[in-house]
């Protein structure tokens, strides 16, 4: 399989020193996956609306080192992503897998069933995102947000997903942001004090030499 690369290029990479995303073939980001996600208020914004949190159902990660985190799904913007999410981790899918990108700035991507970002689960969902013609989605890709990596193909990702380091503005529309991390953020920030070697699509240090290994993600 081609790894998913993710749809920014090195302009975009020069520009904001940021990189990509996603699942079993080239993307237009980097590694592609499942993830972009933020809170928001009804105009779009980020991180100002107690509706976005009211009921929300939540997703424990807790990495094999002890260090644990929350996520938080809004499936009121992206409703088949955070579906598909939930039943990947009551399926145990994550368990046991790695966090196999890590960009300083950028992102920390996850959730590829081998462990190098060449592939995903065995189903694939439809791009919740305004550029796929879902303009629903109004989440703003910006720090903690958690979002859906894919390859060229909108309708591509599957269960790689990216966690976002800071503001990513030129993500937003083209990849379904579905959730935030609302508790433990320094857990995934930790990340980036791992020992890196040069990836492929980045050209800089993102590659974990050490696995960034997840133990278990389950529902809160």
């Not at 996956?33 to 809170?39: E, I, Q």
């Not at 105009?43 to 002890?66: C, H, I, L, P």
């Not at 009121?76 to 955070?82: G, H, L, N, S, V």
């Not at 976002?164 to 030129?170: N, Q, S």
């Amino acid at each position: 399989m081609k790894r998913i690369l993710c749809i920014l290029f090195s302009a975009m990479f020069a520009m904001f020193a940021f990189a990509g995303c996603s699942k079993d073939t080239k993307t237009t980001s980097g590694k592609a996956s499942d993830a972009d996600t933020a809170k928001t208020d009804n105009t779009g914004s980020a991180d100002s609306s107690a509706d976005a949190q009211a009921g929300a159902e939540k997703v424990r990660v807790t990495m094999e080192n002890g260090g644990s985190f929350v996520i938080e799904l809004y499936p009121q913007f992206a409703p088949e992503t955070c579906a598909n999410f939930l039943n990947l981790v009551k399926d145990h899918f994550y368990d046991g897998l790695t966090f196999h990108r890590v960009v300083d700035n950028f992102m920390a991507q996850g959730g590829s069933s081998d462990g190098q970002g060449y592939k995903g689960s065995d189903k694939t969902i439809k791009g919740e995102f305004s550029s796929n013609g879902f303009t629903q989605n109004t989440l703003k890709h910006t720090r903690g947000v958690v979002s859906m990596a894919r390859s060229g193909d909108p309708n591509s990702a599957s269960s790689q997903f990216f966690i976002c380091y800071g503001d990513a503005a030129f993500l937003d529309g083209n990849y379904a942001a579905f959730g935030k991390v609302i508790e433990g953020m320094d857990v995934v920030d930790d990340f980036c004090k791992v020992e890196r070697t040069l990836n492929g699509v980045d050209q800089t240090p993102a590659t974990p030499v050490d696995p960034i290994k997840i133990k278990t993600m389950e529902v809160i």
